[in-house]
């Protein structure tokens, strides 16, 4: 596979579109791009999914050049997700320590075959589904149109209601629409049932794979279960345009207990028959000691207030 996704010029330019400083770097040991994110207590070099290494060799030097980088930017703290040949002695040589993943570590990722593969991959209850959809009469579109956007906001809403989840903002969805959708590296799929749209994927494209970003839907249909035909008819959609692979986008790691938060979707993304995959996850090097270590204490001490409000 390819560089993933939040490494790519277009989620570049989105971030840029959203007024972030960023910091892209081609070497000959590797290549990266980062966000500066200032916060009240600290600020960091973010590398999302990155970087990418092709040799263990390239990782010190790689390393070193990320470590430049984020001095000239005066951070506090550097925070990378390296995905590739990882080497993770090296990374603790380096200076740098496992930190709680923003990303997500695990994820599972479908390899695209011919429409027969793809659905025999999938579960029964999948497939079943799939044809009680299309036997009632929803059907599926995809839109690279900034302005349908909305139809995933307004679900993503009601999901919010229903699961107490807090999602991104109304703004930055809508600017990922403009920055994305309309040179395809982004768009939306969604089911319609009785002209109504009723489930939606948020996804990005870089030609080779197609991410499963963001996911919505009514609850007043979960009868019906539209998510379920639409993750099928995704998978389907994916192979026609010629992608080669699908990245469901996260899943919880495979010893998680059924009181995770992710435990439910993890069981539906695996319904549809890709490989689980484990990435080394995020790790952070301070610069400024103090300062990272007063800013982990502040985490802690807000996620024991919020945890128990």
Known sequence: MNQHFLQSEAWEKFQTDLKRKVVRKHTNYGDFFGIVERGRFNS?????????????????K????????????????????????????????AGYRKAKDVQPSHTIINTLADDETIQSLTSQTVRRMWRKNLKAGVTFQVSYDPQDVEIFIDMIHDVAKRTGMTPHSDTYFRQMAA?????????????IYENKPVASILFFSNGETIYYGHAGSYSEYRKLSPATALGLEMLRYAH?????????????????PKTNPWYGFTQFKKSFGGQPIEFPGTWELPLRPVTYHLYHLYQKIYQTIRHHS
């Not at 960091?44 to 010190?60: M, W």
């Not at 026609?240 to 998680?256: L, M, N, R, S």
């Open 44 to 60: 960091r070099l973010y590398i999302p999914y990155g970087p990418q290494i092709q040799s263990p060799d390239n990782l010190i």
């Open 240 to 256: 026609q345009t010629g992608h080669t692979f699908f990245d469901f986008y996260g899943i919880a790691p495979e010893d998680a």
């Open 179 to 191: 920055s994305l959708f309309s040179d395809k590296h982004a768009g939306i799929f969604y089911a």
């Open 62 to 93: 790689l390393l070193e050049i990320i470590k430049q980088s984020a001095k000239q930017q005066k951070v506090d703290f550097i925070r990378i997700e390296p995905l590739g040949n990882i080497d993770i002695t090296i990374l603790k040589k």
